[in-house]
């Protein structure tokens, strides 16, 4: 089960990283290429998901990428039509920075009829949006406001009362493409307060703001745009080169 490998890493010090494909960006004739620079460069799962993804295109990602990789593959669904029942897990989010109804429950309950017909492992996630310097689509999407990033208070409590109502995972996510990733201040105060592995991303472009997020206390660290832009980004951070 993937939530049981991410709690065993978490408790063994040993940091994961996951690399999301938006399958609204990622074109199949391509996929090939990705996933032989993913080889060798220590990526632990992929995530599938995107804030404006149609229907049926997560699907057809997910059957692409089992074509060239047997790494898990975990969908992190920007809304309830992006559940493919080929994936093996789903990170089942309720975005619980903000305060708009459709995030926190009316999506899960849509989910809910093709979720009790799937085999998908279902792990809870708290998914907390913290102000990474730009509007993001994680914002417009959910028309909800991200936490000031400096206001670790809020955070950590937010990650604490997402833990105390059952969630199995907490994601610190400063929006794709963000400026500034999660402060590493913010990740040592909530990886602090919980007892629950803790998932960084969003605006992470070079091995040091990945280093910086694993010291930090991030059990797993989400990286896209950054692969995206160059698909040699993994590999050189595996080789050491200068990246950014
Ligand atoms: C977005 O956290 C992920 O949801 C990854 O962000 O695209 O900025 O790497 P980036």
Do not use: W
Not at 17 to 25: E, G, R, S, V
Not at 48 to 55: A, M, N
Not at 181 to 192: F, H
Not at 203 to 225: M, P, Q
């Amino acid at each position: 089960m993937i939530y049981d490998q991410i709690v065993t890493s978490s408790q063994q010090g040993r940091k994961l990283l996951a690399i999301l494909l938006d399958p609204d960006k990622v074109e199949d004739k391509h996929l090939e290429q990705m996933f032989n620079r993913i080889g060798n460069s220590g990526v632990d799962m992929i995530f599938v998901g995107g804030s404006s993804v149609r229907e049926k295109m997560t699907d057809n990602l997910v059957h692409e990428i089992r074509k060239y990789s047997e790494l898990p593959i975990v969908l992190f669904p920007g809304n309830y039509e992006q559940i493919s029942d080929h994936a093996d897990a789903i990170l089942f989010l309720s975005l619980i920075s903000g305060r708009n109804p459709e995030y926190l429950i009316e999506q899960q309950i849509k989910a809910v009829p093709q979720l009790q017909k799937s085999d998908l492992e279902i792990i809870p996630t708290g998914y907390i949006l913290i102000d990474g310097g730009k509007e993001t689509a994680v914002q417009r999407v959910s028309e909800t406001k991200p936490i000031s990033a400096n206001n670790v208070d809020e955070i950590s409590k937010t990650a604490c009362a997402g833990m105390y109502m059952g969630k199995k995972l907490i994601y610190l996510e400063a929006g794709s493409g963000a400026v500034t990733p999660v402060l590493p201040e913010v990740i040592s105060a909530v990886k602090e307060a919980l007892n629950i592995p803790l998932i960084v991303g969003g605006g992470i472009r070079s091995k040091s703001a990945l280093l910086k997020a694993y010291e930090s206390g991030a059990d797993l660290v989400v990286i896209g745009t950054a692969f995206e832009e160059n698909i040699e980004f993994l590999e050189k951070i595996v080789k050491n080169e200068h990246i950014c």
